[in-house]
């Protein structure tokens, strides 16, 4: 793949394992010369009290490549959550990407010309959760991250798709308000 990737998005939500391990990873992917390469560049300059921006590392002095900046969507409140956030969860986006990369779903030889923001969901509940499963939360933020990643490259869903299925869907939350509407 040669051709230039200004920007693709894509999203992944992955639930159904242990409590407060569901994962919603939301990514936005393009050349570091580029809206994406300014874009994290600004971010991790503009830090803000309760979001910090941080690298997708492996380990300490580990970071991945493409080079991954994760966003939290919840603001952080507490230690025992910014050591979920930035543990397991960043460790798991960081395995993720390279899961991508191993994949073919991002060309290898593109790996240091792409930047990906991802923007994290960690349920706050994770951190008062002393029976907290992080062997599932790892692993369902690392599907979801790759995952996310996969739809991104791949345009999905793609515009036809979503013309056909429009009527079709009814989002998660919308209908469990009509149906607590009707009950």
């Known amino acids: 793949m040669s051709e230039r990737i200004i920007m693709r998005t ?4 992955i639930a159904g394992g242990p409590p407060f391990t569901a ?3 939301e990514v936005v992917i393009g050349e570091l010369d580029g809206p ?13 009290a309760g979001h910090s921006k ?12 493409p080079v991954t900046l994760m966003v939290s969507k919840v603001t952080v409140k507490s230690s025992d959550y910014t050591n979920i ?8 986006i960081a395995n993720g990407v390279l899961d991508a990369v191993r994949a073919g779903d991002i060309p290898k030889e593109k790996a240091n010309d792409l930047g990906i923001i991802c923007s994290v969901w960690l349920n706050p509940g994770a951190a008062k ?9 790892f692993d369902i933020h690392r599907r979801a991250t790759a995952q996310a990643i996969k739809k991104a490259m791949c345009n999905e869903p793609s515009i036809d798709w979503l013309l056909e299925n429009q009527d ?4 998660k939350y919308y209908q469990r308000a009509l149906d607590a509407k009707k009950s």
Do not use: W, Y
């Open 129 to 137: 959760d002393e029976n907290l499963d992080h062997e599932a939360l």
């Open 36 to 48: 994406v390469g300014t874009a994290i560049a600004t971010l991790t300059g503009n830090q803000s």
């Open 168 to 171: 079709k869907i009814t989002h």
């Open 54 to 65: 941080v690298f997708a590392i492996l380990d300490t002095d580990i970071q991945v490549r």
């Open 85 to 92: 956030l930035m543990g397991t969860v960043q460790g798991a």
């Open 10 to 13: 894509g999203e992944c939500l």
């Open 23 to 25: 994962a919603e990873p």
